[in-house]
């Protein structure tokens, strides 16, 4: 029964990570060649950010820059774009899941005290495309990025060149659909509704984690040893605040391992590596977006990466697979839990337009590649 109660709390991506992990080694006998698996770099350097970005929300920082720019009397409109594109733009910076994290909430509270709720779906749902789309555009604005940045030796030009026009596009798309928000006009009484956060901020702490994310930055663009990193983010938080580290994402992290070990030892199974490469390279873009509706966009950068020919295709093609189903990107599934919590009659409703808007996207994004590629 235990066994059972932990299963269901066990997050399901980890355990079929690990599930994979275990069969595979199976058919290749555990040896030394397993550490040479796992892309430590990646792992640190994700592990930093978890922290950075941790120190950040732990002293309130981006809850105080949502609130600034909402102070003032604003339409609908102009209050859907700020929170929308918010995700968006942090997404770059701070991550998707942080972005999702840290804004959705923020919104369903602002839309709620101001009375208006009809735009908390619509909202919510543009924020967390946003927020995916905007984060593929950097190294550092999602998992997928970070790993592959970092992987295939891509230089920052070429990394952002590649998805600098979907970017674009997502731009064009979420300006389009906020102008269809109802009574958009209407004016929105939002000083009440935004209440600062009620975290303390410690000004030191916060110059303090602005130079290690500068640091985290040298260290993705190469110029500092990742190790370095490494080192003075967990000393300097163990000074600041040490709970801190508890909360990095070691779910994300443990994922990451299981993965790298399924998939190198895939890699070192003849047959099956020849199968893969002659299903995957050349098919990247299309391929991606695949496999991502069913295993979502990390996974499937992990298992594809060793059989890719082209790797700004695939960069192009676990991005953009993370529009489509809700677990297509897994931090999807912090905006549905969030709204789900708040409005949980309305979860049907949620799921539908989610659909809706994410094919839509989907589609542009595709237009794009292919008109791109002729």
């Given at each position: 029964?235990?066994?059972?109660?932990?299963?269901?709390?066990?997050?399901?991506?980890?355990?079929?990570?690990?599930?994979?992990?275990?069969i595979s080694a199976f058919f290749v006998?555990?040896?030394k060649s397993y550490i040479s698996y796992i892309d430590f770099r990646s792992l640190g350097?994700?592990?930093?950010?978890?922290?950075?970005?941790?120190?950040f929300s732990e002293n309130g920082v981006f809850e105080r820059i949502a609130g600034g720019m909402l102070k003032k009397e604003k339409n609908g409109l102009q209050v859907g774009a700020i929170l929308v594109f918010l995700?968006?733009?942090?997404?770059?910076?701070?991550?998707?899941?942080?972005?999702?994290?840290?804004f959705v909430p923020f919104a369903i509270m602002v839309l709620k005290?101001?009375?208006?709720?009809?735009?908390?779906?619509?909202?919510?749902?543009?924020?967390?495309?946003?927020?995916?789309?905007?984060?593929?555009?950097?190294?550092?604005?999602?998992?997928?990025?970070?790993y592959l940045y970092g992987a295939t030796g891509m230089s920052l030009k070429q990394f952002t060149g590649s998805m600098l026009p979907y970017t674009l596009l997502t731009v064009a798309l979420l300006v389009i659909m906020l102008l269809f928000l109802p009574e958009k006009t209407k004016r929105i009484r939002t000083a009440g509704?935004?209440?600062?956060?009620?975290?303390?901020?410690?000004?030191?702490?916060?110059?303090?984690?602005?130079?290690?994310?500068?640091?985290?930055?040298?260290?993705?663009?190469?110029?500092?040893?990742?190790?370095v990193l490494l080192g003075i983010t967990f000393a300097l938080t163990m000074v600041l605040d040490a709970k801190i580290l508890k909360r990095a994402?070691?779910?994300?992290?443990?994922?990451?391992?299981?993965?790298?070990?399924?998939?190198?030892?895939?890699?070192?199974?003849?047959?099956?590596?020849?199968?893969?490469?002659?299903?995957?390279?050349?098919h990247e873009f299309f391929?991606?977006?695949?496999?991502?509706?069913v295993i979502s966009n990390v996974p499937a950068t992990l298992l594809m990466m060793d059989f890719a020919k082209d790797y700004e295709e695939l960069l192009r093609g676990v991005n953009v697979g993370g529009l489509g189903t809700l677990i297509a990107s897994m931090a999807s599934l912090i905006s549905y839990k969030a709204f789900s919590n708040a409005y949980s009659e309305k979860k049907g409703k949620y799921l539908l337009y989610f659909t809706g808007i994410n094919l839509l996207f989907l589609a542009g994004m595709v237009l794009l590649h292919q008109l791109s590629g002729l």
């Open positions: 029964m235990k066994q059972m109660t932990w299963l269901k709390k066990c997050d399901p991506v980890l355990a079929a990570a690990w599930i994979l992990a275990i006998t555990p040896d350097i994700l592990w930093s950010l978890m922290v950075i970005i941790q120190g995700c968006f733009f942090s997404g770059m910076l701070i991550t998707n899941d942080v972005a999702l994290l840290t005290d101001a009375g208006r709720e009809d735009l908390t779906i619509r909202v919510v749902v543009l924020q967390t495309v946003a927020a995916n789309l905007g984060s593929m555009l950097t190294p550092i604005g999602n998992p997928q990025n970070l509704a935004v209440n600062p956060s009620q975290k303390d901020s410690n000004s030191m702490e916060v110059a303090a984690y602005g130079v290690l994310f500068l640091l985290a930055i040298l260290v993705v663009l190469r110029m500092i040893p990742w190790q994402d070691y779910v994300l992290l443990l994922t990451f391992v299981g993965f790298f070990i399924f998939t190198g030892n895939i890699g070192r199974i003849p047959q099956v590596h020849h199968m893969l490469k002659g299903l995957i390279a050349g391929t991606a977006i695949g496999i991502s509706q």
